[in-house]
């Protein structure tokens, strides 16, 4: 996958589109391609939030340890950001994201994700969107099971 390849799949992420393509080129430079094998952990639960992560290509399943063993609560696909929630709350990671099959993926570190939250701040509204949206699926996926 070359340079503007990564470029042009950071532009499909609904929160990078409005940024300037100079500077999501510099993103993808500064950005470490990354891959997964079927059931590799990105990063455990409990785990220091260091980065975030572009799926590239690939599927990749939440899951958090519950009493009751492990819970998948939700499933990323191609163009979706993930591990940002660590990032932002300064905390360690809240679940597991685990490979659903291969995955190729640009591993966004802690730093350069909370400098372009500073520089634009139409991203930064375009996450918690995001997050509200996950926050309401997982209510409804909780609700669900324990009905």
Known sequence: MTLETEVQALRQV???????PARLKLLAFTSERVMFSSGQHFFAQG??????YVLLQGKANVVIQTPNGPLQVAQFSSNDLLGEMGILSDSPRSA????DGDVTALRIDKRVFLELLGQFPQMSVAVMRE?????????????????
């Open 96 to 99: 597991s994201i685990v490979a």
């Open 14 to 20: 609904p929160m990078f589109r409005e940024i300037d």
């Open 47 to 52: 785990d220091p939030s260091d980065a975030a």
């Open 131 to 147: 997050l509200a949206k996950r926050l309401e699926r997982t209510n409804a996926k909780l609700a669900e099971l324990s009905a």
